[in-house]
């Protein structure tokens, strides 16, 4: 068990100017689950390889449990790794695959084998000891993987999108197998991946990274709740925020033909930053239809049944024409509106989100 | 079932008829050789050739026991092609593997410059090396040796060798090594615990294609060898001498240097096909 640091930590890799991971600044305390999560190029994968060992550190430094690892290979870090593609030795036998690394230790035979029971028993391997990778479907081998961290009862456990290769719904099992491993085992966790329902359900915290930038490190609820900047606002959740160019008023944003309230502090904020308009982020689950005349109306498009839920996607009357995505508002009414119909929508005015429509930071 | 027109089937049939001509007339100077090495002396030279007549063993027996009438039998000389042989695929092998693996390291800058030159050296006659090596031999005092084959043997078929392991390494996911790493391991525990089981196949392929180089392989062994590490291939052409050739003998001696590599190569034949079209290919 250890707390794990980056510390400023930078990677540039050669023949480029910008560098993949810039300036990483971030605490993870001992036996927590830390999600790094972002698009593709976000330098998420690249931030973890620094940890493991498999990326130079440029500048900066990586500390685990206290000490400065930034030079050391892999082998004196303490550290496990799952790999996106599981990287199992094709030649081992499942057994020899997760007793490798303590083979290497010249841990005793007798030990081995005990230690690789147990982690067997953990992840429902016992009858697949003997078989061969190729043997074995997409989520035994991924159990496998994770065996073969585990065993080694490291200080940390590194996570490279171990999920994506996995169809949907064993996507869906296993992440709350690999969450409750986690908190039985209490090792520190960090864990990369590009999915965000995955990063809510599963992190203690998440840190959001944008082009080897870190935007914003918070609990799952707070990044949904208080997003710092429009580019966490709009990947944090899904379907995405709605973030539109609106007007300041007097005692809002216009969006459309109607006039959103706005929080005094809000107002103040864009006043003092000089600003005539602001950008405005309402959630689709802060929308829903009504059936008075007031209120923004919306032309509808397309609408997804999911069940449970639909999410109603269209163009807002009075809306810029020039706004590329659909304004999405979830609904539960029966029936959903026919396409080309229009339908009045409600804004919940505690639920909006006002963002500087240049930095892009949260303004309030 | 469908029915074909017969026209259909008309290219079909005449190709394969073809492939057969063309093996039956590459098996004529094979069967020619083995029936004449079954032949008694008197029999061998008679024109047209006899085709009935009392299979005997004697020739073969005559050239294991006292060879072309030289010092060596010729028992001894497939010793010295056996020895030679797996001596030089050995040290192919063990040389060619780190040599494939270091090419494969992306901290090796110059690996793509190297690994050319590497090949370019393939084309590299073997004639021309020749008269150095004997004169490097001679000063050494490694004429008639073992390792005066062996080294150069190695030496002229590493190329290729590096080359097909090469790739075989290549098509090793890089997580694998990378797993290896994060597990504690430090690179020739990576070579040999998980590379080298992994590169079977190729080590295989290689090993074949440089056994087959090395056993049949003339120049050298006439120009670096006297009689105590002469090969079978320079063995067999003493049975042309002054009296004539002894054809019953040197067939004899023929069939048994082409036996081994037969089975070799019918065992392993599907490595040495993909051996053989690695350089078309890549």
Redesign the interface.
């Known amino acids: 068990m250890a707390a794990v640091q980056y510390v400023n930590a930078s990677r540039i890799f050669e023949g480029n100017q910008i560098p993949a991971v810039s300036q990483l600044d971030l605490d993870i305390a001992d036996g927590e689950f830390m999600v790094l999560v972002g698009p593709s190029g976000s330098g998420k994968s690249t931030a973890l390889r620094m940890m493991a060992g498999l990326e130079d550190v440029d500048e900066g430094e990586i500390r685990i449990g206290g000490q400065d690892v930034s030079q050391k290979p892999p082998k004196d870090r303490d550290i496990a790794m799952v790999f996106q593609n599981y990287a199992l030795y094709p030649h081992m036998t499942v057994a020899e695959n997760m007793g490798f690394a303590l083979k290497l230790q010249r841990v005793s035979k007798d030990e081995r084998n005990a230690k690789v029971r147990r982690a067997a028993e953990l992840l429902d391997l016992e009858a697949y000891l003997d078989r061969k990778p190729k043997a074995l479907s997409g989520g035994q081998r991924q159990r496998v993987a994770m065996g073969r961290a585990i065993v080694r009862e490291p200080s940390v456990f590194l996570m490279d999108e171990p999920l994506s290769n996995l169809d949907a719904k064993l996507r869906v099992e296993t992440r709350a197998n690999i969450a409750a491993l986690q908190a039985r085992l209490g090792t520190t966790t960090v864990y990369v991946t590009h999915d965000q329902v995955e990063a809510m359900t599963m992190g203690d915290r998440v840190a959001v990274l944008k082009a080897g930038v870190l935007q914003q490190v918070d609990a799952p609820r707070n990044l949904y709740a208080r997003p710092v900047n429009a580019f966490v606002a709009g990947f944090i959740g899904s379907p995405a925020m709605n973030l539109r160019s609106a007007a300041l008023t007097e005692s809002g944003a216009r969006l459309g033909a109607t006039v959103i309230p706005l929080p005094r502090t809000t107002i103040d904020a864009a006043h003092r930053a000089n600003l005539s308009s602001i950008t405005l982020g309402i959630r689709p689950e802060s929308i829903s239809l009504t059936s008075d005349g007031q209120g923004l109306q919306l032309t509808v498009d397309l609408v997804e049944e999911l069940g449970a839920d639909e999410y109603i996607y269209g163009t807002l009357v009075g809306d810029d024409p020039a706004a590329e995505k659909k304004f999405v508002v979830r609904s539960h009414i029966d029936p959903s509106p026919h396409l080309g119909a229009t339908v009045n929508v409600a804004v919940n005015p505690s639920q909006t989100h006002a963002f500087h429509p240049d930095t892009g930071q949260r303004l309030d | 079932m469908t029915t074909h027109s017969n026209f259909s089937r008309l290219p079909r049939y005449a190709g394969r008829s073809l492939l057969w001509l063309a093996l039956l007339l590459a098996m004529v100077p094979i069967v020619f050789l083995v029936i004449t090495s079954l032949k008694p002396e008197g029999v061998t030279r008679t024109i047209p050739p006899t085709w009935l007549f009392a299979p005997t063993i004697e020739n073969y027996s005559s050239v294991l026991s006292t060879g072309a009438g030289s010092s060596v039998t010729f028992g001894r000389l497939l010793f010295n092609s056996a020895a030679v042989s797996i001596g030089a695929v050995i040290l192919t092998i063990a040389v060619a593997v780190p040599a494939a693996y270091a090419l494969t390291l992306k901290e090796f800058r110059r690996s793509k410059g190297v690994s050319s030159w590497i090949l370019s050296t393939y084309m590299f006659p073997p004639i021309v090396a020749v008269i150095p090596l004997f004169i490097i031999a001679g000063n050494i005092g490694a004429i008639d040796t073992y390792p005066v084959l062996i080294i150069p043997y190695a030496a002229f078929n590493l190329p290729i060798a590096i080359w097909i392991l090469r790739s075989s390494l290549e098509s090793i996911?890089i997580?694998?090594q990378?797993?290896?790493?994060?597990?504690?391991?430090?690179r020739p525990?990576i070579v040999w615990?998980?590379l080298t089981?992994?590169l079977m196949p190729a080590v295989a392929t290689a090993g074949i294609i440089s056994l087959i180089l090395s056993w049949n392989e003339f120049l050298l062994a006439l120009s670096l060898t006297r009689a105590a590490a002469k090969t079978s291939p320079v063995g067999v052409q003493e049975f042309t001498g002054l009296y004539g050739t002894q054809w019953g003998n040197l067939t004899a001696a023929s069939c048994m240097i082409a036996a081994p590599i037969v089975v070799c190569v019918l065992v392993l034949r599907r490595r040495v096909v993909s051996g053989l079209a690695f350089g078309a290919v890549k």
Do not use: S
């Open positions: 996911p997580e694998v990378e797993a290896a790493l994060v597990d504690g391991a430090n525990q615990h998980i089981p992994l």
